[in-house]
């Protein structure tokens, strides 16, 4: 076979693994949003409506309590990683750490990046039997935010090392300080970061696992941060595997509302980052 054979071979299958992607990807998601939104539009009221005091049995009311808990844990755990992860990007940057301590620390960032979301809640799990505690609010956020946490400094650490060296130079011939270049140098890199930020709320909203180990599956409203609480992915994993067949149809119903939330925040990255562009060097303004 000639090289010029072969190339069209690999393009010909480069092509066939991206259409069966994208097929099964637009299935999966039709499927969803098919089901999903026919119980939306003939029940609305369920996003809003708490569950009965027998849900699991009866399927009575909706599935308010998760949309809160999702809420409160996610939000929260998103700001607790933000201001670690920007900060440890900062200090990761040749102005403040080596470079092998650097390409160490990335190491160890990405090991925690693949690891299991599962190993997170079992870990945050340990500590709550530590302590003598119970499973609540509180711990999901702290094992939410160091979920997100690898994620969004991977993100923002490579947005920081692409930032143009021009504004590092320019800050530093004016004399600012460090602290100040690293302002200049995070403004720069704005679109990498929100990416970074929007990605990491992805992430811990969709995730079920390591919620599941340390806020529970209570089917009540979250009323503090010592309460048991759920989300969004348990409760759609609860309701799917249940033989009533009124919560199959509230898991769509919510699958729908969570692929809408996701395609949202993509959206909004998408816009916030263009905002920003505009502050960065040859970005676009207007």
Known sequence: MDRYAK?????????????????????????????????????????????????TLQAEGGFLHAIVGSVF??????????????????????????????????????????????????????????VGARQSLLFGIIAIAIFQYPIMTRY????????????????????????????????SALPGVIAGVIMGFARGIGDAATVLFTA?????????????????PILIYENATSPNDELVAQAYAASFLLIVVVLALIAISKVLAGRFARYTPGGRHS
């Open 216 to 232: 529970g599956r209570s089917t009540n409203m979250p009323g503090g941060p010592m309460d048991g609480a759920t989300t969004l």
């Open 73 to 130: 844990i996610v939000i929260p755990a998103t700001i607790v990683s933000t201001i670690l992860a920007i900060s440890t990007a900062i200090y990761l940057q040749s102005d403040y750490s080596s470079e092998r301590f650097s390409d160490l620390a990335n190491m160890f960032l990405n090991v925690l990046w693949g690891t299991p979301p599962i190993v997170y809640g079992v870990f945050v799990l340990t500590i709550i039997f530590t």
């Open 7 to 55: 190339q069209r071979l690999i393009g010909l299958l480069a092509r066939g693994a991206t259409a069966i992607v994208v097929s099964v990807m637009v299935f999966v998601v039709g499927v969803t949003i098919y089901r999903g939104a026919r119980i939306l539009l003939t029940d609305p009221s369920i996003v809003v409506t708490p569950p009965g005091s027998q849900y």
């Open 156 to 187: 923002t650490d490579e947005a920081l090392r692409s930032a143009p060296d021009t504004v590092k130079e320019a800050s530093y011939g004016l004399g600012s300080t460090r602290f100040e270049t690293a302002r200049m140098t995070v403004r």
